[in-house]
């Protein structure tokens, strides 16, 4: 059984203590993963800190140069690491169907992108102010030592997210990878270190624990974090204490509201996807699905075909659409959620039932006769069920939509886009896309409202999250 081991200034390290990393699909222990001690803790954030001043010195062309390098290295092991993707987390393999619906392929390709991307954003002087007497300039200035915590999700894809805007603003990074899917993770940080000076980026591994002593380390300027509201609040208490900032992505319940005026035939597979993309395991899924009393039947029917007709197994086996629930944690919530929506009365329009075996398994559900104040409805399942509430009118959808404390994206379906909009511009959440759902792009700025986290990632904004203003001010 191979153990994988963590970079710290450019070294590879183990640790005495290993726990298993699981494969999701059929129970088997993949590798081992380090469980850094505190003291490993503290030399990888030692490291950060010693080459963080060369790092931020060096000509920004000279970041973005090394950075586009990084692009490259993922891109040559892209198959090795999308077969760790799968094979750890779960996701297929391949793109699904007709549409090429993102796997883990997507998941490393994407990791490419979003390095090339911010690796090619410029970040100039902006002039605040300028007359006869004085001239104001604000430059962006790094942080200096980042903490990345990851989920288990899209592990290697949230964590380059983390990552790479931190490295391109002159920032060095501690990166400590879910419990859950550390290996692809460890193994990605490895390749990419190669082509970076030691320190740069590095890497801790193990539980909630070992999250807690990196974010506690004093020697932390700046955390990034993507996960639960529950682990946020307590980072973000932690942070308040040392008075360090923070970028909270925290998942959240995203409606979508389906207008009067769709065409179910039309919006279904976009619906489909933008819940179950990754088996509903995504921050910014569609959640809870609003129908329209005339079209609630139709919708439904539509759903029901696409559920039934996608194949679900191993990621690793060409053709299937649909993986495991990646841990078994997660896997008990469902199971939980939709059993309460059962014994409420709810109807199981198609799923609902365990499959067993050895794999975490759960079928694609679609629940309908439900309604808000339900646990389904109200509580974030991050797995592949829905929820679908009928509604009467449309200022009756909004409110669902703003009643809970979340608000990282939604989505409004519709034949006419200005009805539309003036739905979206309604609705509380970081985005809220039209007629698709959870389509983000490297260049348009993701973050949530209310519990759903603040900050954003991606584009210019996301790149300027990652830095801190200084200002010059010339008297003339
Ligand atoms: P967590 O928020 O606990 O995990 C996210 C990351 O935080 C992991 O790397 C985790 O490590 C780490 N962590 C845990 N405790 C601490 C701590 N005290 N200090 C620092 N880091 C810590 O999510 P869970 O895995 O428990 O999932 C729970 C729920 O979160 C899910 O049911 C889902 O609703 C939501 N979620 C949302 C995601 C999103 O994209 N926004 C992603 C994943 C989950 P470790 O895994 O090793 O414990």
Same mark, same amino acid.
């Given at each position: 059984m191979?153990?994988f ?5 450019g ?16 129970g ?10 505190s003291?490993?803790v503290?030399?990888?954030?030692a490291?950060?800190?010693?080459a963080q001043p ?13 950075l586009?390098?990084?692009?490259e290295?993922? *891109?040559?092991?892209n ?7 799968t094979? &750890? ?14 796997g ?7 990791c ?10 410029e970040l100039?002087? &902006?002039v605040?102010?300028e007359?006869d007497t ?5 430059h ?6 980042v ?6 999700n ?24 879910s419990e859950?899917?550390s290996?692809?993770?460890?193994e990605m940080?490895?390749?990419?270190a ?6 740069v980026?590095n890497t801790?591994s193990g539980?909630g624990?070992?999250?807690?002593a990196?974010? &506690? ?6 955390i ?7 682990t946020?609040?307590?980072?973000a ?24 005026d769709?065409d179910?035939?039309a919006i279904a ?5 933008? #819940?179950?993309?990754?088996m509903?395991?995504?921050?910014? #899924? ?7 009393d ?8 539509e ?10 197994g191993?990621?690793?086996e @060409?053709g299937?659409?649909i993986?495991?629930?990646?841990n ?15 014994a409420h ?7 609902g039932?365990?499959?067993g075996?050895?794999g975490n ?9 439900i309604?808000?104040?339900s646990?389904?409805v109200?509580e &974030?399942?991050?797995?592949?069920v829905?929820?679908?509430i009928r509604?009467?009118?449309v200022?009756?959808?909004i409110a669902?939509?703003n ?5 990282l994206g ?13 739905v ?10 039209i007629?698709?759902h959870?389509?983000?792009? @490297?260049?348009?700025?993701f973050?949530?409202v ?5 900050g ?7 790149? *300027?999250?990652?830095t801190? @203003?200084?200002?010059?001010?010339v008297k003339?």
């Open positions: 191979k153990t081991e963590n970079t710290v200034n070294r590879l390290v183990g640790s005495a203590r290993t726990f298993a990393s699981k494969n999701p699909a059929t088997e222990t993949l590798g081992l993963v380090p469980h850094s001690t003291e490993q503290a030399e990888a954030v490291a950060a800190r010693a060369g790092w931020a010195a060096r000509p920004d062309a000279e970041r973005k140069a090394l586009m390098k990084v692009a290295a993922i *891109k040559a092991n198959e090795y690491l999308a077969e760790w993707v094979r &750890e987390q779960g996701k297929p393999l391949g793109g699904v169907g007709p549409d090429q619906v993102p883990a392929r997507f998941e490393i390709w994407g490419e992108v979003w390095t090339q991307v911010p690796a090619s954003l100039p002087v &902006e605040a102010f007359d004085r001239r104001d300039e604000v962006r200035k790094p942080f200096g030592v903490a990345a915590i990851a989920p288990w899209w592990p290697l894809l949230i964590a380059i997210w983390q990552i790479i805007p931190s490295l391109r603003a002159g920032n060095t990074v501690v990166l400590k990878p859950y899917t290996i692809g993770t460890l940080v490895r390749i990419i190669e082509v970076l000076p030691p320190g980026l801790v539980g624990d070992v999250g807690a990196l974010v &506690e380390n004093t020697d932390i300027d700046k990034m974090f993507t996960g639960s509201t529950a946020g609040a307590r980072i208490a932690t942070a308040a204490r040392n008075l360090v900032p923070t970028t909270m992505e925290l998942g959240g319940n995203d409606a979508a509201i389906v207008l009067p769709a179910p035939k597979m976009g619906l489909f996807w933008g #819940a179950f993309l990754n509903g395991q995504t921050c910014a #899924a569609a959640k809870r699905l609003y129908v329209p005339n079209l609630h039947d139709a919708v439904v029917a759903l029901k075909v696409l559920a039934e007709a996608m194949p679900m191993n990621g690793m @060409p299937v659409a993986g495991p629930i990646q078994r944690m997660q896997f008990d919530k469902v199971v939980s959620l939709v059993e309460d929506a059962k009365g709810a109807t199981i329009v198609c799923g039932k365990e499959t075996g050895a398994f759960y079928p694609i559900t679609l629940v309908t006769g309604a808000d104040g646990r389904l109200d &974030e399942q991050f797995g592949p829905l929820p679908i509604y009467s009118d200022d009756s959808a669902s939509a009643r809970l404390d979340v608000g939604a989505s409004v379906w519709s034949s006419d886009i200005e009805k539309a909009r003036t979206a511009s309604r609705i509380q959440a970081g985005t809220v896309w007629n698709q959870g389509t983000i792009h @490297p260049m348009v700025p973050g949530g209310k519990s759903s986290g603040w954003v990632e991606f584009g210019i904004d996301g790149l *300027k999250s990652v801190q @203003p200084q200002v010059i001010s003339k």
